[in-house]
């Protein structure tokens, strides 16, 4: 899957991402959020860039989080459009001041895949950092809309299933919603 994203071309990624962007600010859930947390794209890796929705929840005047490995574990870090990031132990952008987010009032976690299936299951990038973030949050009662961002070509029919995995709330793509919930 890594390839395949990789074969695309800068614009087609750019032009796709924007097309998520706009299928995501259309949901209710996140029309309605107070607090959205959301990756910062890593270039290496051609994801799903979320720069076009950081500028609209800026705007929006939306609360934004970002996720940041802190002891091998993800908490929801404040961030504001043009903080300064430092690339961390992944190569994940970060803010280079760690603000903690209040997770209770977290509405929406957008997170990064592999790939997806029909059943709303993702595979990450094999750390299981969003498995034990999401795990956490419900153990402390916290149930965000979980929104799985990415292009339609990293759908596949099936993912293998660990007794941990939990299917997202949706998944949205440069095509449309799936929606699981």
Do not use: N
């Not at 950092?129 to 979980?146: K, N, S, T, V, W």
């Not at 997202?168 to 929606?179: A, M, P, S």
């Amino acid at each position: 899957m890594t390839a395949r994203r990789g074969e695309l071309s800068d614009e087609s990624r750019r032009i796709m991402s924007e097309a998520v962007a706009a299928r995501v600010l259309s949901l209710p859930e996140v029309i309605d959020a107070r607090l959205i947390a959301l990756y910062i794209p890593i270039p290496a890796y051609s994801e799903v860039s979320t720069l076009p929705l950081l500028d609209a929840f800026t705007l929006q005047g939306k609360r934004i989080a970002v996720p940041v490995v802190q002891e091998q574990d993800l908490c929801s870090a404040v961030y504001r459009k043009g903080e300064s990031l430092k690339a961390a132990a992944f190569g994940q952008p970060e803010p280079s001041e760690v603000v903690k987010a209040d997770e209770q009032i977290l509405d929406v976690v957008l997170l990064p895949l592999l790939a997806f299936d029909r059943r709303g299951y993702r595979l990450g990038y094999g750390k299981g950092f969003y498995d034990r973030y999401l795990y956490r949050l419900a153990q402390e009662g916290i149930r965000p809309f979980c929104i799985g961002v990415a292009f339609s070509l990293q759908l596949i029919d099936a993912l293998p299933l660990e007794p941990w995995d939990e299917p997202l709330d949706c998944v949205v793509h440069e095509k449309g919603v799936f929606r699981f919930t």
